[in-house]
């Protein structure tokens, strides 16, 4: 599966890296958030891999649901796809953005892809197993190296949303005894903590479940954990909630050491 995953992510993003180099209009969605023709293009790629190899699973994609195609998912498994997480990111010349990928079992993400193809990494997981890939110019695998997370320092390192951070974020830092927070945008903070780069993403701002599934996937297989404000793992295909939309996450706290104490210090 994951073959497949990456093989779809390195061709969407192919496809976003020309259409950023092209240049691009923005659209604006229901939500008030931006769409390009990179996101259209990316899915369109995207879907067609998981139906080939794949057609009897079905697929919850961003925009998809946007345009309001969702699936039955009830009692199977499933994939989650955000073509292009951070558009925001790519519309002003980051570099940021990602490609995901995921498959749900159970709730639970099981293996999925993280790429960056601005920055030329991605990063994938399945089943305890994490890797980073260096992706060279012509959009080739150049290098795959094991990761996995690291012990949580005493002086432990926080990242969170470039532009959806809150007071309650400051807050968590305050009450944890956490000094160090470094701002980034996109599902890339999932796989930093996933290869020992820093330890704990807090977040108390809306996510959707296709921007943290790939990500979450990654840092699972990594050995590390995301947990709700109760402690409990979060799970992915909650639909028919009368709290909240299709696909939402509550609030959620991601770590990356395998010592993963949530109590104050």
Known sequence: MLRTFEKAALEAGKAIITVLREGFPVAMKADASPVTVADEEAERIILAHLARDYPEIPVVAEESVAAGKVPDIAGRGFFLVDPLDGTREFVDGRQEFTVNIAYIENGAPVAGIVYAPALGLAFSGERGHAERLVVADDFTVGARSTITVREQPEDRLALASLRHNSPETGSFLADHAIFKCT????????????????????????????????????LRAAGGSTVTLDGTPLTYGKTGTAADFDFANPNFISWGGRKRVLEPA
Do not use: H, Q
């Not at 993403?201 to 809306?206: A, H, I, S």
């Open 183 to 218: 701002n980034i945008g996109s599902s890339l903070k999932f796989c930093l903590l996933a290869e020992g780069k820093a330890d704990v993403y807090p977040r108390f701002t809306r996510t959707m479940e296709w921007d943290t599934a790939a990500g979450d996937a990654v």
